[in-house]
């Protein structure tokens, strides 16, 4: 007489959650242990983050029930923020306030739901959670592959995988496992693809930007802003990477005034969030978006680990990409089983996911948002499976 | 090509929230108001509270992502304080830290849902948003009456609404709207009931605690600790209310060691949970549980305020309830129309909730968390609407 969906979503925990769980029971037991599971930046958040959380202290109503889609103030700082960002629209009406960018992706895909025909597209590789979130919305998850070492959308893939059912693609970039940074020329051929099969089949089909890496990008690269591509964006963000409070549940949802079906869009979003119990954003992180300042954590240690990692990797002979963002590096399995070679890994105190469940099939992914003494130990520890796998 | 249940729900905002943002148009607008709609403490949040997220600015691994479930100090916290409540054994391991009782609410109903036959009970009256949770979670929601002008239980009622579909009853108390406290013979009857259809039907039906009033109490008032007369009892937990914190999100999930299926029904809550986008509660408020001190808010001003507008309806004409706990006041419209109250009462400034959606047909809602300045200026405006009916 229990929901048997959600008892398995429960006692099988992400591959992620599994191995830092672990990792933790190893440290609270004094192990040593290299963990490059979770994207728990290890950056401080930024000073002015400190100093206006102390200024709530003298401010109690700040714990306040807000508004459910959010503190009018702080809605009018983030349209400002992504009117700057390109010649795309936005208003403090076409924001939603939420826990972060997870609740987020979940009040759009409730929203997109209209029957359990729906299907909502993941380009490859992508963050496992979003199947969770679709499936536990009651939509079909596909998912569509990429090309090359360097993971290209597969464009070719996309066209045949939108059918009439199709609501919505997801797009993160920079990507979560790869660090892919989406260039213009993909983002073009992808909002081509869309606006063809949009007008073939009558209605809109949105592609919903997760953003909580955004700010992260390494030496010359630019993020191209999605919405001046492609008008039916729906934005997903979260403070949790770019401020380093990933447990703190902040970020919010926008859309662009000239978004297809905005007050139903609108609407939908808050009934969802309501439907699944999100009164408001915490009221305190909401005072921190009003009297927000543009400075980030200091991401240039995720950088330098990645640098530090990549080449080591690459002098031990593995394989690995060539991230443009986010703070995770992709390793190749040597024998192409990325779970046999994570328990290889775990065996000698080092935690790396395998990302078969990320659509990355003999991939392996590394965290790289960690200190430089553990990417530096790491390396060690990698050496080690580079002889074990015969490498060196 | 949108979910209609979700635009449905996110346009139709529920009467407290539609008078609510009413309100605050209002006050922008420099215009005078006595809104008495929301239940937004008006006491400042305790000096501890503020002490202990002062020292987390020193701190910044406060702001990590803690495990799904919720810091394990927390969860003990949590754990300690419940079993000195009573003789019933909980442990860390039964405790789930969550965004507020909204979220738990939804975790424990979605976890309880096994098909779309699946009923889970309120008795009135409850908290409207009860129906938005289970029929957002796929289930019937069922409501089952009460007996004279203080909210007694139907008990009658009740047995004759709990069929083989019964997942769970949902029972509030203090209760929001009524402020009624269940005393042990209610209980018990309650219990009874329950025991017998668990007998009848062969599976258990959960009663879920709803207990974010609970430190709220009048005078010589008691709360009795329900998971010591009713074993499958589920308590959901917000610190909004006694650390007048609302809009921050942080409350809990409890199941005593003795519930039927305890570890099905834990993994259920994470696994709904996940599915929902709550990755974990915001950490810097787990940090203050870990930090616990039994020190609440300074709830006199609630009792006075009561005393005050009960006493003043009273001499007015107006019939008023007798609350020995939470924070709200009812009062009938003396023609049984409470929505029609309610917008004559809009009308002088007065914001005050009509009950009908909360199961209490023809009387209001008055929620007395406001500061006494506040009381007393909405008596003037109840004297006004007492001569439009005649009262005086």
């Given at each position: 007489?229990l929901n048997?969906?959600?008892?398995?979503l429960g006692r099988?925990?992400?591959?992620?959650?599994?191995?830092?769980?672990?990792g933790?029971?190893?440290?609270?037991q004094?192990?040593?242990?290299?963990d490059?599971?979770?994207?728990?930046?290890?950056?401080p958040t930024?000073?002015?983050?400190?100093?206006?959380?102390s200024?709530?202290?003298?401010?109690?109503?700040?714990?306040?029930?807000?508004?459910?889609q959010?503190?009018?103030r702080a809605?009018?700082v983030?349209?400002?923020?992504l009117?700057?960002r390109g010649t795309?629209?936005f208003?403090?009406?076409g924001?939603?306030i939420t826990?972060?960018?997870?609740?987020?992706?979940c009040g759009?895909?409730?929203?997109?739901?209209?029957?359990e025909?729906?299907?909502?597209?993941?380009?490859?590789p992508?963050?496992?959670?979003y199947?969770?979130?679709?499936?536990?919305?009651?939509a079909?998850f596909?998912?569509?592959?990429?090309?090359?070492?360097?993971?290209?959308?597969?464009?070719?893939?996309l066209?045949?995988?939108?059918?009439?059912?199709t609501h919505?693609?997801i797009?993160n970039?920079?990507n979560?496992?790869?660090?892919k940074?989406f260039?213009?020329?993909?983002?073009t051929?992808?909002s081509?693809?869309?606006f063809?099969?949009?007008?073939?089949f009558?209605?809109?089909?949105?592609?919903i930007?997760?953003?909580?890496?955004?700010?992260?990008?390494?030496?010359?690269?630019k993020?191209?802003?999605?919405?001046d591509?492609?008008?039916?964006?729906?934005?997903?963000?979260?403070?949790?990477?770019?401020?380093?409070?990933?447990?703190e549940?902040i970020?919010?949802i926008a859309?662009?005034?000239?978004i297809c079906?905005?007050n139903?869009?609108?609407a939908?979003f808050l009934g969802?969030?309501?439907?699944?119990?999100?009164?408001?954003?915490p009221?305190?992180?909401?005072f921190?978006?009003e009297?927000?300042?543009?400075v980030?954590a200091?991401?240039?240690?995720?950088e330098s680990?990645k640098?530090?990692?990549?080449?080591?990797?690459?002098?031990?002979?593995?394989?690995?990409?060539?991230?443009?963002?986010?703070?995770y590096l992709?390793?190749?399995?040597?024998d192409?089983?990325?779970k046999g070679?994570?328990?290889?890994?775990?065996?000698?105190g080092?935690?790396?996911?395998?990302?078969d469940?990320?659509?990355?099939k003999g991939?392996?992914?590394?965290?790289?948002?960690?200190?430089?003494?553990?990417a530096?130990d790491?390396?060690?520890?990698?050496?080690?499976l580079a002889?074990?796998?015969?490498?060196?």
């Amino acid at each position: 007489m229990l929901n048997e969906h959600m008892l398995f979503l429960g006692r099988n925990r992400s591959e992620i959650r599994e191995l830092f769980e672990y990792g933790k029971t190893l440290t609270a037991q004094g192990k040593q242990v290299c963990d490059l599971t979770l994207g728990n930046p290890s950056t401080p958040t930024p000073n002015w983050v400190s100093q206006v959380l102390s200024s709530t202290l003298e401010n109690p109503s700040v714990h306040a029930y807000t508004s459910a889609q959010g503190s009018l103030r702080a809605r009018r700082v983030i349209a400002k923020q992504l009117n700057e960002r390109g010649t795309t629209c936005f208003s403090p009406d076409g924001v939603v306030i939420t826990c972060g960018a997870a609740a987020a992706l979940c009040g759009v895909i409730k929203t997109l739901v209209s029957s359990e025909n729906t299907e909502i597209i993941a380009l490859s590789p992508y963050f496992p959670e979003y199947k969770v979130f679709t499936e536990g919305a009651g939509a079909k998850f596909i998912t569509v592959g990429f090309c090359g070492e360097n993971f290209t959308p597969d464009i070719i893939a996309l066209k045949s995988a939108v059918t009439k059912n199709t609501h919505a693609v997801i797009i993160n970039s920079p990507n979560n496992p790869s660090g892919k940074v989406f260039i213009a020329e993909e983002i073009t051929a992808i909002s081509q693809v869309l606006f063809a099969k949009e007008k073939e089949f009558g209605h809109p089909i949105y592609l919903i930007s997760d953003e909580p890496y955004r700010e992260i990008l390494f030496s010359e690269n630019k993020l191209p802003f999605i919405p001046d591509f492609y008008k039916n964006t729906i934005i997903c963000y979260s403070y949790s990477k770019s401020l380093s409070l990933p447990g703190e549940r902040i970020g919010y949802i926008a859309i662009p005034d000239q978004i297809c079906a905005f007050n139903d869009l609108y609407a939908g979003f808050l009934g969802s969030l309501r439907s699944y119990g999100y009164v408001c954003a915490p009221s305190i992180f909401q005072f921190m978006i009003e009297n927000f300042k543009e400075v980030y954590a200091d991401f240039s240690v995720y950088e330098s680990n990645k640098n530090l990692l990549a080449n080591g990797l690459i002098q031990l002979g593995f394989t690995v990409n060539d991230p443009q963002g986010a703070f995770y590096l992709m390793v190749k399995a040597p024998d192409g089983d990325s779970k046999g070679m994570s328990e290889k890994a775990k065996e000698l105190g080092l935690l790396i996911v395998p990302a078969d469940t990320f659509g990355a099939k003999g991939y392996l992914r590394l965290a790289t948002c960690v200190s430089h003494g553990v990417a530096r130990d790491s390396l060690l520890l990698f050496e080690k499976l580079a002889k074990i796998y015969g490498l060196i």
